[in-house]
Structures are given as C-alpha cells and as structure tokens.
C-alpha cells in the first residue's frame, strides 16, 4: 500500500481543526450585526477571532504550499484556497473571505460523491441564505433611504431573492447591496439548475441501472438457449448412432409378474 505524502498527513490532520475555526469564523461574523448595540469588547473578540482563523488558514495554505511538489500546479489547481487567503477582512469582502472559507472546507471533507454533492447544495442554500442577510444588513441598516432594517426582514429578503421570486416590498438601495443582490440571484440560479442537473442524472442514472439489469437477462437468456441448442444436437447425434430402431413401448399391456422371466427366443 502506498505512503501517503505528507502534504496528504497534513491535511487529514488539520480538516477537523480548520471546520471548527471556519464555525468560529462565522459567529465572530454574525455577531457584530445581529447585535451591533453589544459591548465593544464583545466587538473586539469577535475581529480578532476573525484574525485568528485568517492567520490559520494563511499558514494552512503556506505549508501545503510548501509541502506540495509542483507549486506553481498547487496555486494553479488551489486557487480557492489562495482566494480564502489573500482576501482581505474588510466589510465589504468579508462574505467572500467566509464563503471561501467554507467551501475550502467542504472541498476538503472526505465524502462520497452523492453526498459531496448534497452537502454542497444545502450547505450553500443555507450558507448563502443566512450570511447573504447578514451582508445586505450590515450595508442596509443606516442606510438612509433603506427598507431593511432588522434580521427578519434580511432574510425574507434573502429568501426571496434567491428563489427569484422578488416581491419587492425589501429592496437594497445601495450601489454595494444591489451588488449582493445580483450575487445572490445569480447563486440562486446556479443553485436551480444543479439541483435540477442532480435530479435528473439521478433519474438517468436509474434507468441506465435498469436496463443494464435487463440486458443482463437477456444475455442469460440467450446463453441458456444456445446450451439448450447444443444440447438438443448432441442428443439428436447421440440418437443417430444407435443399432437399429427402437421399438415403441405399449404402455397398455400389463406388467410382467414379479419374479418372472422373460421368454427366451
């Protein structure tokens, strides 16, 4: 069995630490907007938690580099990975930084295909959903003429411009909230058509499983009636060869006495 490198020890290692910090990531995120009145400690832990977890995976990301064989195909295939990085944690990027961030993760987990998949979907419909609210709320909040002002409204929002609905009664007034929005709809649209593109090479997948099951049959089928053949043959070749024609049995007579012999001619 072949060694794993140790570019793949050390991410099987750090893929349980980096999820944790990627969590922490998102509540140090979450909290200065759902709560901005709380204390300005509470402000303060969370953007050096923030640091934190971008200066753990800055150094994540420069020792696989390290450790990689070819880097320029590493930063060339791990482009995400460098996106998580180098971008910075001001407000505005601060949802990409974090949507990276997460994906980076997801990337990384050891899962089936189907579930990989799966996982992908309703993590980014969850992921987008909530931190697209937060988004929009951080830059709608003071917004003077802005229509959105608390975390409920931001997430029907949220919810109704990812499903493309739009009703308009919550609308973003500002150039960077209709950016989120586009971003937003664009990503709810990606989202329909993967689910859509999932559901129906599942059903495509099924029907090819089917008729390979009945193929097969076939196929047993048409073997047992060659034997069958063959063996038909063979009798008939076997039948050919004997001495003689062989007498007709007359099932009506009755059978001779036990212990009787036949007559000699």
Known sequence: MKEPSRQARWVRRTQAPLLVLAVAFAVAYAV???????????????????????????????????????????????????????????????????????????????????????????????????????????????????????????????????????????????????VLAVGLMLSGIALLGVVTANIAAWFIARFERDDQVERLQLAAIRELQTEVRALRAEVAALGGGAAGPVEPVDRTAAPPPRGATSPTP
């Open 32 to 178: 200065p907007i759902v709560a901005p009145d709380a204390d300005p400690a509470v402000h303060r832990a969370c953007t050096h938690a923030e640091w934190v977890v971008w200066g753990a995976f800055a150094v994540d990301y420069l020792v696989r580099l390290l450790l990689a064989g070819d880097r320029r195909v590493f930063v060339r295939t791990h482009w995400l990975d460098l996106a998580a990085v180098v971008l910075p944690l001001v407000q505005p990027l601060r949802l990409l930084r974090l949507v990276a961030t997460l994906m980076l993760v997801g990337r990384r987990a050891r899962m089936a295909p189907q579930i990989r998949l799966t996982t992908y979907v309703a993590g980014a419909v969850v992921g987008l959903l909530m931190f697209g609210s937060l988004a929009v709320l951080s830059v709608e909040r003071d917004a003077p003429d802005g229509n959105i002002k608390n975390l409920g409204d931001a997430v029907w929002w949220s919810f109704t411009t990812m499903t493309t609905v739009g009703y308009g009664d919550h609308s973003p007034t500002t150039g960077l909230g209709r």
